[in-house]
Each structure stands twice: as C-alpha cells, then as structure tokens.
C-alpha cells in the first residue's frame, strides 16, 4: 500500500479556479441584483476563464446583461453551466489521479444518447424551477426570507409527483427545506455558500436536459452486490448498491440506485420498508448470493435499472472479491463506466477501494487509517448513515475496509461500506432483508399506517 502518500491535494491552477468559484459564490450571497464593482470584476473573470472554449460567447452575453440589470433565466442557466463545467474539470483532473495512482486503466468514454423528448408539462416545471432559482440568485442569500420561498412549494408539490423528475424533487426538496430551515440569515459569515450555490447550481443544470435517462442496453448476467451507500433527509432516503457484473466474458462495475420519498417519522430501519421492488436485491446482499439478471436495462453510465426480478444463485465472499477487483494494481482488469457529465463534480467522486495492512488511529470521533511511510486516510465519518450497521467501532477495529475513496473539503477520505473484523464481515445494509421479511412487517409500522391512510383518503376521494 503506497498510494495514500501520493494523494495530494489540488494543484496551483486548481487553487486559483477554486478562488474563482469562490468569488462567484460571493455573487449569491449579495444577490445579482446588488452586485459591485468586486463582483462584476469576478464575473469578467470567469469569461476570461472560458476563453476559447463553446461557452465563451454565451456567457459574455450573459455578464453583460448581469451588469446591465438585464435579468433573465437563460443568463443565469449560463452561470450554472459554467460552474458546473469548472467543476466537472475538477473531477476529471482528481478522478485521473487517484486511478493513475491504484493502477486502474482509462475509462472509455461513451455517447449519452437521450430516449426522448420530456413531455409539455415536464418542460413546463422545469422552467418554473428556473425562474424560481434566478429569483433566489437575485435576492441572494444574504437577504433572502421566507417570503421569496414559500411561492414555491406548490410547483415542488407537482414535481415530487411526477415521476421523472424524481432526481429533480430530490435536490429539490433539501434544498427549499434547507433554505426554509435557515433564512432569514443573521449573520451572513455562516452561510455555506459552496454547499447552497453548488445546490442551487445542480439545481438549474438539472433544467436544461430531458429527464429521460439515455438508451439502455439489456444484459443478463451474474451481479453480486458488494457494498451499499446509503443517504437520506427529512423528505427522502436513497441507496446506491456498488456491484461486479458478470456478463459478455467481461466483469463490469455498476450500481444500482433505488430512492424513495420519506416523512420525519420514518427515522429507523422502517426505511427499508419503502423499498418493497429492492427485496430480491437485498436479500441476496444480506446472504452474499449470486444474482443472476436477465435482459435488465444498462445505462452507459454503469447504472441498471433494477426491475425487482432475478434468481439466486451460488455464495460469493464479499471480501475476497473486492479485494481481487479493488486493491491497488489489480491483477485483474475490470471495466469502468463514463460518468455523466451532470454528475462530474468534486463531491461525486465515489472511487471503489479496498484497504488492508493498516494501522487505526482513533481520536474521539475520527478516525485515520495509517500505513506509516506509505501515507494515512481518514474516515469519512459523516458519510456513515446513522441507519447503517457499520459504527465507528466496528470501523476501528478493522483488518480490512471496502468502500468508496471520496475529496470533500480539499482532502481524501475513504467511506466505509463494508469492513472485516475477526474474519466477520460488516456491511451496510447487511439487516435490511430481515426488516422486510418479517412476518406482518408493514403491519403496525409508520411506512403501513401512513400507507393505510393514504389508500382511505384515495378511497373516499
């Protein structure tokens, strides 16, 4: 294990784009309707960043309308891009990295082709979240109150129903409920503007595209789930499943994503109940069996759009395989999917690894993996869901760690998902089957009580 000591943090260019970022998001703060001379000075800086590049032209059209107290949405969807293209360089120049550092070959690269045309009333919303997002841009968040927010609840209402806009009411969702949480702001040093501004950016770049996945492709095949990542807010909760696929005389890297919505009083392993299709996924996960898939959708991206169906098949040890997949320099190639280009952010970075060999060195709530010479890592505690088997105790009693190698805060962390202590292994995830089984499990519970009253009011309207 020498690779840790190699990581370093970004490099002076890269500091210098950070730096711009952040005056950007000063924009946000004072509000594009009070900008300063400081502030269209950064603006001008970003065109000059974009020099020779597609979106040059449109984003100085956008500035000098900015600065001209021209506001109008399309200028705004230009700034988003234009963050988010900064990021996603970010992303590349980290993902380059680390995989040049664990001796991972070169993803190829594939064409996004989007299925289809969004509907009317899709389009619709999706420029309601627009005009909403440069109001706020507008305001900015130092002056912002709940006056300028509560308008919108009723369009989040009418995108968390529509179903392909799922991913939309997710960042959504947080985001307004966030906001709500937080404003009026006392002192406009605490605002997180890099989390806000990424959000609200995330936000308007989720407008400018057909919610329609791209063309998939089906593919039957041996999957084995080797880790699961779960997140979750007040409003909604959503896994990631990391797995190998076997399939085409080829191993595969894919996930599957499962999200649904959630209300405060689901705060427990009860959770699990609202993922009823994923049954078959996590019981086979729960016993470390083979899941054998037919003609599932593959998306580009690595993703499957898990359709609820497949058969067991034999034991797999969760451990050996990620080792024989994830340690660093593998003997064994496996083939990775192109990212998204939405989803190329320095956040995003969700680089499988398996660890060994290591010291654990814990502090009261951190914890850092030690190889001496070769270098540290830490733990990316607040990655670990509350509702996760995995606990910090397990972790700092570890022999050996998969999980994901994350950059938050201009540093490397790793994420546990799955970790062997005495030959025993521990994984998120891991009790989620035994919750749905058993007997009368969605009688009584919060998820069947709330389901119940739910089909009455259907009933009676």
Known sequence: MAFPGALHPLGESNQVVLELIAGLDECFITGFANLDDQHLQTLQGLVRVFTGTPLQQSLANAVVAISSNEFVDKH????????ASIQGALFDTLQSQVRSLLGRGEIAEAQLEESSEAPNNVNVL?????HWLMELALVG???LDTATLVHFAGTLEQIQAEPLLIRQAAILTGYFNELMRNVPVVDSQAIPAYRWVDLWMQAMVGTLRSPNLPKSQPISGNLEIL????RQHANLVSF?????LDANNQTQLVRVTQSAYKVDAINNEQIWLLFPNATALLDAFAQTRILQIKDVPLLPTGDLLWQGKAELGQNYNLMQRAEKFFAENPANSLV???VAASDRHPIQLAEPIFLSKYKVIKNDEDIVLNWGDAGELSIATERISSLSELNLDAIAKSQQIFGLLRFDAGKWTVQPLAVTVKNKTIY???TAASVISKKDSIKGSVVGILQERSSRLLRKG
């Open 227 to 230: 880790g699961l990542d779960l």
């Open 240 to 244: 990631t499943a990391y797995g190998l």
């Open 336 to 338: 990775y999917s192109t």
């Open 126 to 130: 999706l420029a309601s979240v627009r």
């Open 76 to 83: 705004f969807s230009v700034l988003a891009s234009a963050r």
């Open 141 to 143: 968040y130092g002056r």
């Open 428 to 430: 998120t995830g891991q």
